[in-house]
């Protein structure tokens, strides 16, 4: 492995040099016409191959319902001319809420969300010309052992021990694992929740199952018992039993989608995609047998991911130069974090096929990253280019990127970590450096916060 440094190119060609002598499989191109490019969702079309991948500012108000926050951060999104706009996560039940201001559609609330869609839409209109309607993707999410629906602390509803994860979980030795009954209640919820997200307008939903959320720590649930746990087959059975009962409940032409991990970095038997001896050896058997099996079920659209942003790998992730306050230091160069994510999204394309796959990674590039996205693009190896953190910090990156030829590089993320640092901290998150006016002065009120807890 090569040691990890901070970005420091100024030129394509700089940055060439030090892929190169990575030997990272890397690619860049200056020609960013396939950016441009519109892509089919199903029965959708997006007005160009730029996503913004879910981003979540755990700002909604306490019924789940859209803040003044929320509506300015998906104002700036669709303004910023992304062809797909991956609403960020969703709860389906209270109890799977990630903290207390998670969003969370009901049909109470349903009228405000709606009113939020059709402004956004009418925002990226205007501003991208009145034939731009980028396609929306509502993400809905069960917590699992990450759940915190109260400020009073977290209330993990787990598939199966991890002595690795418990305790860092709030997880106690004698705590029982989430029943099967419970989860045989779930597709119904997420039914639900679809039902009422294509009522407010969207056009489609996300079945969460990345980060070690319950849907994605279920992929690895080998120890566990029952219809949920051991085989593959029944690892995997939950998520294939909610986009069945989503698809009955939403209709043939609502698209579903799922991004999910391919690889947790996390040792056998509580990893999924992982060798059973190296926890850093990826083992894509499993991840290919899931790709196909949703696309069977009728997944309209993929976005992969990895490892775990809780634990202590979070470069497996969104490659950082700064991380977060108690993460160390990776023995390892962002730019072969990035090259891994790059050749999961290349593999996951691959199999499946026509159904469109949004690749990440690409923040760390900063004002390269139109570089890679289009070369990606060319090579066929992912459909979207998707940017989680850097649309936090430049939410009008794709406007510029397809009307100018370049992102500037003054506004890009500089992956400092502080976004990350405050959902850590229990507080409503957004781009520290480049949105200070708003976020600067929450950034230090939790952190002072933390302290105290400490």
Not at 321 to 335: A, C, R
Request: charged letters at 25%; hydrophobic letters at 35%.
């Amino acid at each position: 492995m090569s040691a990890h440094e901070k970005f420091n190119f100024q030129t394509l060609s700089g940055l060439r040099g030090k892929i190169e002598a990575l030997a990272a499989d890397i690619r860049l191109q200056e020609d960013l016409s396939p950016l441009g490019a519109r892509v089919r969702v199903g029965g959708k079309e997006t007005p160009n191959a730029i996503a913004v991948l879910p981003m979540e500012g755990c700002d909604s108000l306490p019924d789940g319902s859209p803040s003044e926050l929320v509506e300015r951060r998906y104002t700036r999104f669709a303004s910023g001319g992304a062809g797909l706009l991956w609403w960020e996560a969703c709860a389906v039940v209270p109890e799977g809420r990630a903290n207390e201001l998670q969003m969370m559609l009901t049909r109470e609330n349903l009228p405000k969300f709606a009113a939020l869609l059709a402004r956004t839409n009418a925002a990226a209109a205007e501003q991208n010309g009145a034939d731009h309607h980028p396609v929306n993707i509502l993400q809905l999410t069960h917590s699992g052992r990450y759940s915190r629906p109260a400020e009073s602390g977290p209330r993990p509803i787990f598939p199966q021990h991890d002595p690795i994860l418990d305790a860092r979980s709030g997880v106690g030795p004698d705590d029982p694992p989430v029943s099967d009954a419970y989860l045989e209640s779930l597709p119904e919820r997420y039914a639900n929740s679809a039902v009422l997200a294509r009522e407010a307008g969207f056009d489609g939903v996300d079945l969460k199952c990345c980060h070690r959320y319950l849907l994605s720590e279920l992929l690895a649930s080998h120890t566990r018992e029952g219809r949920y746990g051991g085989s593959f087959e029944n690892r995997t059975r939950l998520l294939v039993e909610i986009l069945r009962a989503v698809r009955d409940a939403a209709g043939p032409d609502f698209l579903i989608a799922c991004r999910f991990n391919v690889f947790d970095a996390h040792p056998y038997p509580y990893g999924f995609g992982c060798d059973r001896d190296d926890l850093w050896q990826f083992d894509q058997k499993e991840p290919l047998r899931l790709v196909r099996l949703l696309c069977e079920n009728g997944a309209a659209l993929l976005s992969n991911s990895a490892g775990n942003p809780y634990y202590i790998y979070p470069q497996v992730t969104r490659p950082f130069d700064v991380s977060s306050t108690g993460i160390p230091t990776p023995d390892e160069h962002p730019l072969t974090s990035v090259a891994r994510l790059f050749s999961f999204t290349r593999l996951i394309q691959k199999e499946a096929g026509p159904v469109p796959v949004v690749g990440n990674g690409y923040t760390w590039l900063r004002q390269f990253a139109p570089n890679a996205g289009a070369a990606n693009l060319a090579d066929g190896a992912c459909r979207f280019v998707g940017f989680g953190r850097s649309s936090f910090a430049y939410p009008g990156a794709p406007r510029d990127i397809l009307q100018k030829g370049r992102m500037s590089p003054e506004k890009c993320c500089i992956t400092c970590s502080k976004c990350t640092q405050i959902m850590r901290d229990h507080g409503r998150t957004g781009c520290v450096p480049r949105d200070g006016e708003i976020y600067a002065k929450l950034y230090q009120t939790y952190r002072e916060a933390a302290a105290l807890r400490e």
